[in-house]
């Protein structure tokens, strides 16, 4: 049996903006998640660009990173725009954000301070906020 690949394939991430600032150094620390998330597609080049701007607030204001990434997704003229929906507004942040997670905890382990472990999310809430921020090229 063939493998079949898939219409839509994730093919780079890039962080392009990244900010970390830290008071003191807390035990447990609550904190707020904000994301914003915006595209473009290129239909012509078949390619769709996700930028995820993600803020982490701690509620005493000791801990705070601001992430901008961009990551670009490849399809192909096969797939219906029915099917492109659930793979540009569902899946691609969904693919994107544990390289969010890993980048936040790496970034804070390697400064010196205890790392902060983001929570694994569901995504879905942020599809048509996605949808209403992408740009069709």
Request: proline share 6%; aromatic share 12%; glycine share 2%.
């Amino acid at each position: 049996m063939e493998a079949q690949h898939s219409p839509f394939q994730f093919t780079h991430f890039q962080v392009i903006e990244s900010q970390l600032k830290r008071k003191q150094q807390g035990k447990e620390l609550s904190f707020h998640l904000d994301l914003k998330p915006s595209g473009i597609i290129d239909q012509k080049r078949m390619i769709f660009e996700l930028i995820m701007e993600v803020t982490i607030s701690e509620s005493k204001k000791q801990f705070s990173a601001k992430l901008v990434t961009r990551s670009e997704f490849r399809f192909s003229k096969e797939v219906n725009p029915e099917t492109l929906d659930n793979y540009f507004f569902v899946n691609a942040p969904a693919i994107v954000f544990p390289y969010i997670r890993a980048y936040i905890s790496t970034l804070t382990a390697i400064s010196g301070m205890t790392p902060v472990h983001m929570p694994a999310i569901d995504l879905r809430p942020f599809a048509e906020i996605l949808k209403e921020n992408t740009l069709w090229d």
